[in-house]
């Protein structure tokens, strides 16, 4: 740089000393009175620096502060002048027109500056600290230690790094905890539910040196692991089965990555492709094997789960990216990634251009959206089958829907023909017979005196709507009376009120076919095609219809139909359409005379005005016309029935809520975070402090890249993270104590070369995790006893040296696992999808959003996650926030624990069950089977006197109940599931 500039100088005919000298007179007091101070060692604004070249070069938030030779490029001059929406700098007031005026000319001339001092940084550090950073160091394989006086037979590479700290402070391993204590420990850990009887009962008698290890087999093959250590894998992701916006949509396709994510624990997926695939599943899907792509499709859930902001979360997708970012940080990488977003990180070597370049990869990727309070309904669902397998098996439906729809084409051009041709015919014959308006809540009968018919003429009762298509549903009668004759009536409403969707035209009452037709006359008189069945949920409420209007009704209920407005019983209505008439016809099945009466009525008063109405008289045979258009529109019936039939049966193509290739493109700076502040784009990349990689190919999103950067056996942070997160879920804390955070900020291992040793077991072994279960579970570190020493507490009074296991209490899920699996009630098949509503009736808002609990006796894994709202029983017992990041639950005691033990209705249920299976036994045996189910061991005699007094004086306080006992044994099981000994794990 220093040499080209240099060139650049001569060139010019200037020297490098002159342009520095230059540089020492004229420019360097200017930025050292009005920049320095906000810009320099004590204070970094913005994250810039500008009193070193190697500051302004970086840059700041925005990127490099000066471009040499192009002042009106660069940022720094754009200050001076406060152009572009960048803030007037300095803040106290605008430089003089001459300072200004030699700031530009000196970046003009190419900016030379001498001053190479001070220290590169990235982010809150210098690029040396970066560098020398413990969680950036190569994951070596350290020596494992030799430790004085070691038996023989101690072999465990585990053990000897713990007990090489131990030694050096005095301390040594406490004895190994009793079977019963282990095989307790070691099933909750695995499992997250208690042995059995029987199981405790098999590895008390097994006398066998690998009888511990058989345990660990059998429980890492079990199905529970996965439900267990998916658990904890979920709180990192945080899981949930809600998009957390303020309407807090449901994400029905959710459960599959729950699954995935279970299935995968039990399958040992090694952990680098575990990743990778929620990353880029969706990527390696499409290179095959065909028989992963559904599952890897899946597994790109975690980045679609991200949650979702405000009222309409399209518009709020950098939060969104933000949380994605943060979670893929801190869960991946232990790093606190978000922290970058609006300027470079405090005091981690992440920089804002870091959280820029991830942020590209994360906005080329296309999310599937969940739906919010203004876009209801979900979109960007990803199918479960590759683009050309479905092909396959949708072809012959789509043949078969095509020759279906060409059917329907023809025959309702048939039937368009036909209604043309009775227009014609009406048109010739037309005679008004009677017409008028009716107000808005009018209500006006018409009698039309006696007319002269002949068989096959036709009578047209029309509705019209008035401009303000007011009154909408109209109540109707259309009566006639033959006169002389057999003096035979056809009412309209009577007719159509014994069976009204038996066809149209409908018969009369005296067994005629074709006299009532009920027409769409909004262009010529065409057959209202379709029949609907109890409209609105509303039994006996029956319609024919064209679309939603123009459509005639019949109430056939006892009572009236509370609809859109309240239809009286056994009657008949017509609504109809905005832009045209709906009319009822009556097509003369005689010759002769017949006197017409009728009633039109306003059904539902409120709009600005009523509707007009017109009878009509067409004195010729149009029976030709009409016949030929109701065998067209019998055969349009049945194809459209048959077309309903086929898609009732249509494959159903089934989805995910995942994530897939969007539009690929570099991401610009938020400028101060702000979306709509945008600085110059980021091209993306790797973290600069692990190499600053850019992607392979510019027009894809760069995620295959990204988790091939994450999974990498080279990446310092990945194994580490991991190793130390398995080692926390089995002892209770992590070697490094703040498992999220590697950075500076974060705390230092207590057991460096552990960490680093198990991390290279880890990969070494193919990044299984069962392999470092059973690694850990076999060392005596793990098997010891819980027993607190004082002497051992004095010189390490937190155990961070692990000379004792450190007793825990049951997490909430596996407390209510216990609770249900003790009383018999443990569903222990997996979940699937929960019942939320169909997504066609949502209507979810921030003032009602989505907030059910669906009750189950499955384990609590499978318990529906809502994001705005927390479960009762998790947030009481500390389960994870499915808002965030959780790497580690907290345990609190709060009052309102106790109470729940006193008295929620779900505790009570168990016990009562519990109680039940107690009493099913011998009376002898039932104190042996209560402790034996609920604390994996016989009573103690003392055990035994307690029981037998409390189950006494409960009876008698009872009196003469005649089901004392079992309220007293219910008595006695609760007092036994709120004891310590069942919820804290030794």
């Known amino acids: 740089m220093r040499t080209s500039l240099a060139l650049v100088l001569f060139a010019l005919g200037t020297s490098p000393a002159a342009a520095d000298d230059a540089f020492e007179k004229e420019v360097r007091p200017l ?4 920049c320095v101070g906000c810009h320099g060692p004590e204070k970094q604004k913005g994250g810039l620096r500008l009193d070193t070249r190697t500051g302004w070069e970086t840059g700041g938030d925005s990127g490099p502060a000066i471009r040499p030779k192009k002042p009106d490029e660069s940022l720094f001059i754009k200050a001076l002048h406060g152009k572009d929406g960048l803030s007037q700098m300095p803040p106290a007031g605008k430089l003089p027109d001459r300072d200004i005026a030699a700031l530009t000319k000196w970046v003009r001339d190419g900016a030379a500056d001498p001053r190479t001092g001070g220290p590169v940084k990235l982010g809150g550090v210098t690029l040396e600290e970066a560098r020398k950073w413990w969680a950036f160091q190569p994951v070596r394989r350290p020596a494992v230690p030799d430790i004085e006086g070691q038996k023989p037979e101690t072999r465990n590479e585990i053990d000897r790094f713990v007990l090489a700290k131990l030694a050096a402070k005095g301390l040594k391993l406490a004895p190994a905890a009793d079977k019963r204590t282990l095989l307790r420990r070691a099933t909750y850990d695995l499992t997250g539910l208690p042995p059995a009887p029987e199981e405790v009962e098999a590895f008390l008698k097994d006398g066998a040196p690998d009888a511990f290890a058989k345990v660990v087999d059998r429980l890492l093959a079990s199905p529970h692991y996965g439900e267990r250590w998916g658990r904890h894998w979920l709180d990192l992701v945080r899981y949930a089965d809600t998009a957390g916006e303020n309407s807090d949509h449901p994400l029905p396709h959710a459960w599959r990555y729950r699954n995935w994510v279970i299935d995968a624990f ?11 695939e929620q990353l880029a599943g969706d990527l390696l899907a499409a290179k095959g094997p065909p028989e992963k792509y559904a599952a890897r499709v899946v597994a790109t859930g975690y980045l679609a789960l991200a949650r979702r902001f405000d009222h309409d979360s399209d518009k709020f997708m950098h939060l969104t990216h933000e949380d994605g970012i943060d979670t893929l940080g801190k869960a991946f990488l232990g790093l606190t990634l978000g922290c970058a977003r609006c300027h470079d990180h405090k005091y981690d070597a992440v920089t804002a251009r870091d959280y820029y370049a991830l942020y590209g990869i994360f906005e080329s990727t296309k999310f599937a959206f969940p739906g919010c309070e203004a876009k209801q309904q979900p979109r960007d669902l990803v199918p479960l089958l590759p683009p050309a397998e479905w092909d396959r098996v949708v072809k012959p439906y789509r043949e078969r829907l095509a020759k279906l729809d060409a059917a329907i084409r023809a025959a309702s051009g048939e039937g368009r023909k036909h209604a043309q041709a009775a227009q014609a015919a009406f048109v010739k014959s037309r005679r008004v017979l009677s017409q008028g308006e009716i107000s808005e809540g009018g209500d006006k009968t018409f009698d039309a005196g006696e007319i002269e018919v002949g068989a096959g003429e036709m009578l047209l009762l029309s509705i019209t709507p008035l401009k303000n298509h007011g009154a909408d549903t109209t109540l109707i009668e259309f009566d006639l009376t033959e006169v002389g004759g057999q003096k035979r009536r056809w009412r309209a409403r009577d007719d159509l009120l014994r069976d009204a969707l038996a ?19 909004r262009n010529q008189p065409t057959l209202l095609p379709e029949s609907v069945r109890d409209l609105n949920g509303k039994p006996g409420l029956h319609a024919w219809r064209n679309g939603d209007t123009p459509s005639v009704l019949v109430n ?3 009572n009236e139909a509370a609809v859109w407005t309240k239809l009286p019983p056994q009657s008949l209505f017509v609504h109809p359409a905005p832009d045209g008439n709906v009319a009822i016809g009556w ?5 002769g005379k017949v006197t017409v009466r009728g009633r039109v009525k306003d059904a539902h008063p409120g709009g600005p005005d009523g509707v007009g109405w017109v009878l ?8 030709p016309f009409f016949s030929a258009q109701a065998e067209a529109a019998v055969k349009l019936a049945a194809l459209t029935r048959e077309r309903a039939e086929l898609l009732k049966a249509a494959p159903t193509q089934e989805v995910a809520f995942a994530v897939t290739e969007g539009q690929a493109a570099d991401a610009r700076l938020h400028l101060r975070g702000d979306p709509e502040k945008l600085g110059d784009a980021v091209p993306r990349r790797w973290l600069e402090a692990l190499g600053g990689t850019p992607i392979t190919d510019a027009t894809a999103s760069g995620r295959l890249d990204l988790a091939n950067w994450v999974a990498s056996k080279d990446n310092p942070l990945t194994a580490r993270v991991m190793a130390n997160r398995i080692w926390l879920h089995h002892f209770g804390k992590g070697l490094v104590a703040t498992p999220n955070d590697f950075g500076t900020r974060g705390a230092a291992p207590t057991h460096p070369e552990l960490l680093d040793w198990l991390a290279s077991e880890f990969v070494r072994g193919g990044w299984k995790a069962k392999a470092l279960h059973r690694a850990i579970m076999l060392s005596q570190t793990y ?3 819980a027993t607190h020493r004082d002497a051992a507490a004095k010189v390490d009074p937190t155990n961070e040296l692990h000379w004792r296991f450190e007793r825990r209490r049951l997490s909430a899920e596996e407390m209510r696992d216990t609770l249900l699996a003790v009383s018999g009630q443990l569903d222990r098949k997996p979940g699937a999808a929960h019942p939320f509503p169909p997504e066609s009736a949502w209507s979810y808002t921030q003032h009602v959003p989505f907030g059910t609990f669906f009750e189950t006796d499955k384990r609590s894994v499978y318990l529906v996650q809502v994001r705005n709202r927390r479960h009762p029983f998790l947030g009481l017992f500390d389960g994870a926030d499915p808002n965030a990041t959780t790497p580690q639950r907290q345990t609190t005691t709060v009052p309102t624990q106790a109470l729940y033990f006193l008295n929620d209705p779900f505790f009570h249920a168990q016990a009562e069950k519990l109680s039940d299976r107690v009493l099913a036994k011998p009376e002898a045996d039932r104190a042996s089977e209560l402790f034996r189910l609920t604390l994996q061991r016989p009573p103690t005699e003392r055990d035994r006197a307690f029981a ?3 189950l006494k004086r409960y009876q008698a306080a009872l009196g003469n109940r005649p089901d004392a006992d079992r309220a007293a044994w219910a008595a006695l099981s609760r007092v036994v599931l709120a004891s310590n000994e069942f919820l804290f794990v030794e």
């Open 266 to 276: 039990n399958r040992d997926v090694p952990y680098d492709e575990f990743l990778r």
């Open 616 to 623: 009509e008289r067409f004195a010729a045979d149009v029976r």
């Open 783 to 785: 098997q010891q006893d």
């Open 948 to 950: 037998a007094t409390f």
């Open 31 to 34: 930025l050292v009175k009005h």
């Open 556 to 558: 056939g209920a006892k």
């Open 587 to 591: 097509l003369s099945p005689i010759s």
């Open 503 to 521: 066809n149209n035209p409908h018969a009369d009452g005296y067994g005629a076919n074709g006299v009532w037709w009920l027409l769409d006359a």
